[in-house]
């Protein structure tokens, strides 16, 4: 069974970082593409960051020279470093494997607060 396990969220306040991790089933981390979401109260899950299989990375728009995502290939996992964080970065965050023509897998998710 293909397992995500997110961990690393917390409280923080502003200005101040956090560092999740994902740990990925070996059988489908190396043909993955790996992204991060987020949902925040009252608002649509959106993606966040990705690193595909190529290691190839994306980020969206608010995120961009904040946040770092990365593969670690050894230990099947991703990192989202995420630095300088703001309130509006408050929102569950979740670890979501994409395998093309097969669909995606998603972890539990991971509480990230952001105090004013």
């Known amino acids: 069974q293909v397992q995500l396990v997110e961990s690393g969220g917390g409280f923080v306040e502003a200005g101040g970082s956090l560092r999740l991790s994902c740990g990925v089933s070996?059988?489908?981390?190396?043909?993955?593409?790996i992204n991060w979401y987020r949902q925040a109260p009252g608002k649509q899950r959106e993606l966040v960051a990705g690193v595909t299989s190529a290691r190839r990375r994306r980020y969206v728009d608010s995120v961009k020279g904040r946040f770092t995502n990365s593969r670690d290939t050894a230990e099947n996992r991703v990192y989202l470093q995420m630095n300088n964080l703001r309130p509006d970065d408050t929102a569950v965050y979740y670890c979501?494997?994409?395998?093309?023509?097969?669909?995606?897998?998603w972890g539990q998710g991971i509480q990230v607060n952001v105090s004013s």
């Open positions: 979501n494997a994409h395998l093309y023509k097969v669909g995606d897998y």
């Open positions: 070996k059988r489908i981390f190396a043909i993955s593409d």
